[in-house]
């Protein structure tokens, strides 16, 4: 990929970060988690709450009821409270409640898939990784990274082909947040988008 390339998107998209608001690695996780299915800013909402009357300890120790009320606006609520019991139970227990940088046991936690892995081994220990949710799928296949075919596993591998690593945390947080604000699945932001150029798709007439 040429430098034009990171460059414009450098102008649009200058100082990319992760948009979940989190103090502690376990809270990166568990509100990563949380986000499946539903926005960044209501989980930040939920999770001030969460975070504030609660650590990893008392967690562990929670009950269902505990919990439910306060992430309801995340939806499936009765499955993630479940989550986030036992992920803090399996920390205290197993790391004496810390994230470990440690792929094969994050992914070994209730609730918690590929795409959350890369995205704590990307912002807790920078670890270059291309963490793949619905808007990083749809702005590499738009740019034509990926087939339309591709599941979220392939895309991931030809992207971390495709681009530096050094590049990688970057700009996942750049095809995230170009997907969420402008490439937008339906009636995408074409007039704000300086782009246009690398769109295989030719959304512009």
Known sequence: MNDKFFELLDEKIPNPKCTLNYNKDYELLIATML????????????????????DIYSLSKAKKEDIIDIIRPCGNMNKKSEYIIEIAKRLVTDFEGTVPNNREYLESLPGIGRKT??????????????????????VSKRFGFAKNTDDVVKIEEKLMKLFPEEKCIKLHHQFLLFGRHICTSRNPHCDNCNMKEYCKEKMLK
């Open 35 to 54: 986000s499946a299915q539903c926005t960044d800013e209501r989980v930040n909402k939920v999770t001030e709450v969460l975070f504030n009357d609660n």
């Open 117 to 138: 892995a890369n995205v704590v081994l990307a912002n807790i220990f920078g670890v270059p990784t291309f963490a793949v949710d619905t808007h990083v799928e749809r």
